[in-house]
């Protein structure tokens, strides 16, 4: 290819990337719904009690779509309360979690920064251990086209595998997938 062809395609590139940057700093940083997390970039900048009502809302929206969605019968009440109350706390933990995370300081070490990493990631094992146990019992109490539903419905980390909050989960790798 010709210098001055890449010379072209590379101006154009740095134009267009300044534009958009521009466009984004116009706004005050607001993406307007798109970017990071299908638009919840805002995450970062809510304050932690805010942060954990908007998990707490997210998740009661989840599981109410997914009793309607089940249409659950009487005797299966009673499994699917217990199935709600674990998934209820488990979103009340992880924003917990989250709300200790973002009033620390962050880690000045790669070290520091990657102790941090691997506590987080044996908390979300046995956070994702203790929601098989509870899809386990509970899953055991629905009829085959239920758990045709529940599983379409239930997606332990989100759509596409990733981390719920923005993504359709119920914080990091909990509930329906649905968002």
């Not at 488990?90 to 520091?112: F, I, S």
């Not at 989960?169 to 909990?174: E, I, P, Q, S, V």
Request: charged letters at 25%.
């Amino acid at each position: 290819m010709k210098t001055w062809i890449k010379t072209s395609i590379a101006s154009a590139l740095i134009a267009t990337t300044a534009l958009g940057s521009a466009a984004v700093l116009a706004r005050g940083g607001d993406c307007g719904g798109f970017g990071p997390m299908g638009g919840a970039g805002g995450w970062g900048r809510m304050a932690p009690e805010q942060m954990a009502e908007r998990i707490a809302d997210r998740a009661e929206q989840r599981l109410a779509r997914l009793e309607l969605a089940l249409a659950l019968k009487p005797e299966q009440q009673a499994a699917w309360n217990t199935f709600k109350s674990e998934m209820t706390d488990r979103a009340d933990r992880m924003a917990a979690e989250m709300q200790k995370r973002m009033q620390a300081d962050r880690p000045d070490t790669v070290l520091e920064r990657l102790e941090r990493r691997e506590a987080m990631s044996k908390l979300r094992q046995t956070e994702l251990a203790d929601t098989r146990k509870a899809v386990e019992t509970f899953y055991a109490t629905l009829s085959d086209a239920q758990k045709t539903v529940f599983d379409a419905e239930f997606q332990p980390m989100g759509r596409g595998g990733r981390h719920g909050l923005g993504h359709g989960g119920f914080g990091h790798g909990m509930g329906p997938g649905r968002g």
